[in-house]
């Protein structure tokens, strides 16, 4: 039986593509029911209609305020039944309560607890770090700061500016999203503190 995931997205929507290209082979047991975002006319949508996948809009603009838009957002979720809501460039905070409710990640690029917020590449090239990347947490109520589930490192380069180092960050971002999410969802995972430990990968996912 397939795992189901939501995928929140604001903008381009290269990780849902690398999410749902993975999807295509049954054995990742995983499948993407449905597509929510902020703003409507955006790729990511684009790119999960041409895929087939069900999308849904929820501007905040549309709503008195948070709560009920976090209200709206939950009735637009609730009909998916998802085991996972990844949010894969969504720029909103959700409320506590959904994140609750369905087990949320959302992927940054950046290494946590470095760089938080909107502009995690941008601050890391004005810091001058020579080593970024890319983390999968688990959403909770702060900005960006919830349990630590998988990181990759990606080095700075030379000459980088923001859109040639977040370039490098989200190819390896990619991977690291498909794998840990699909073994998120295959192998199960616990919580214990602020460490997530993840079930058993399955014997092709060991490097050799
Ligand atoms: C990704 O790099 C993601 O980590 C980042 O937005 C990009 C979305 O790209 N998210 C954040 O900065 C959240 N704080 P995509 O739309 O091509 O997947």
């Given amino acids: 039986m397939q795992k189901r995931v939501v995928v929140l997205v604001s903008g381009t929507g290269t990780n849902l593509a690398a999410l749902l290209g993975a999807c295509a082979d049954p054995a990742y047991g995983v499948c993407v029911v449905g597509v929510g975002s902020d703003r409507s006319a955006i790729p990511a949508l684009e790119v999960a209609s041409a895929h087939g996948v069900p999308t849904f809009v929820e501007p905040p603009g549309d709503h008195p305020g948070r709560d009920a838009w976090n ?36 992927t940054h690029p950046a290494l946590c607890p470095a760089f938080p917020g909107m502009h995690a590449v941008a601050d890391a090239l004005a810091y001058g770090v020579k080593l970024t990347g890319a983390t999968l947490f688990l959403v909770d109520d702060g900005v960006d700061t919830g349990p630590v589930v998988a990181q990759v490192a ?8 923001v859109s040639s180092l977040h370039h490098r960050i989200k190819s390896a971002e990619h991977d690291l999203l498909v794998a840990t999410v699909g073994r998120m ?11 997530v430990i993840l079930g058993a990968a399955d014997p092709r996912e060991v490097p050799a």
């Fill in 154 to 161: 990606v080095p700075v380069v030379e000459g980088d500016d």
């Fill in 71 to 106: 209200d709206a957002l939950a009735a637009r979720l609730e009909p998916f039944a998802p085991d996972l809501v990844v949010l894969a460039g969504f720029m909103r905070l959700l409320r506590a309560d959904l994140v609750t409710r369905w087990p949320t990640v959302n």
């Fill in 185 to 195: 969802l295959r192998a199960g995972y616990r919580i214990e503190g602020r460490r």
